[in-house]
């Protein structure tokens, strides 16, 4: 159930029973043969999977996040990050005053992981005020499912390549990852990583994919109880 679904007086009756909110951080950036909102398009699949079976509403999507070192890859449209905490914190303090107490961020983007300081900063000021951050690439749950099949995961790669996020058909076989230098430009990291996936696998069976986004949304739906 999202937002856009919906108008104020169905949110303000939600709010009479329900507190919690599912909010989508993404990001519009190079994702090699995959759509440049896949880091969108994850987590809001999920989210929208969430909702489903919990009945919490998820808030639109935020679409763009920090990619400073895609820029040079077309399509790529990336905000600064002193943006992008201003955004986050306006976003949930907008919630709050409304009646909203428990948040859970979806972040589909590791550029966005700094965003995480300044949600603490908030919870600080607002004590009453429950906050929960899932990175469901990261997650011990995704992991587990990856190295059961001896599998590495790489941005724009197979961990990535959902039905839902193909724009494109998908090249065969694994890709080297290059040897990156340390911290690059965008037009130093266009070079090195050519087609814009990182490595490994370029796609995974149907199976595979349907296992990691199973165990994401247990993880989901585990966070979204708020339980200390």
């Not at 679904?5 to 909110?21: A, G, I």
């Not at 398009?41 to 989210?47: K, N, V």
């Not at 690439?137 to 995961?153: F, I, M, N, T």
């Not at 965008?186 to 595979?208: H, T």
Request: aromatic share 12%; charged share 20%; net charge negative.
């Amino acid at each position: 159930m999202r937002f856009e679904e919906l108008n104020w007086f169905d949110v303000e009756n939600y709010l009479k029973n329900e507190d919690r909110l599912l909010l989508v951080l993404g990001a519009c950036e190079q994702h090699g043969y995959l759509s440049l909102l896949s880091d969108v398009r994850i987590p809001l699949a999920l989210a929208d999977a969430a909702s489903q079976q919990s009945g919490v509403l998820v808030a639109p999507a935020v679409n763009f996040g920090s990619s400073p070192y895609f820029l040079a890859y077309p399509g790529t449209l990336s905000l600064r990050m002193t943006t992008l905490l201003d955004l986050t914190e306006d976003l949930v303090r907008s919630a709050y005053r409304q009646g909203f107490r428990r948040l859970l961020v979806l972040n589909g983007h590791g550029g966005n992981d700094p965003v995480r300081s300044r949600l603490y900063e908030i919870a600080n000021d607002l004590p009453d005020l429950k906050l929960g951050w899932y990175a469901w690439w990261q997650a011990h749950s995704v992991s587990a499912v990856a190295q059961q099949y001896d599998l590495k995961s790489f941005h724009a790669g197979w961990i990535e390549a959902f039905p839902f996020t193909r724009v494109a058909d998908l090249p065969e076989g694994e890709k080297t990852p290059p040897s990156i230098p340390g911290l690059v430009g965008a037009e130093r990291s266009r070079q090195l990583y050519g087609d814009g996936v990182f490595g490994g696998p370029y796609q995974a069976s149907q199976a595979i994919m349907d296992e990691i986004f199973a165990v994401a949304l247990q993880d989901i739906l585990q966070l979204l109880t708020f339980e200390e």
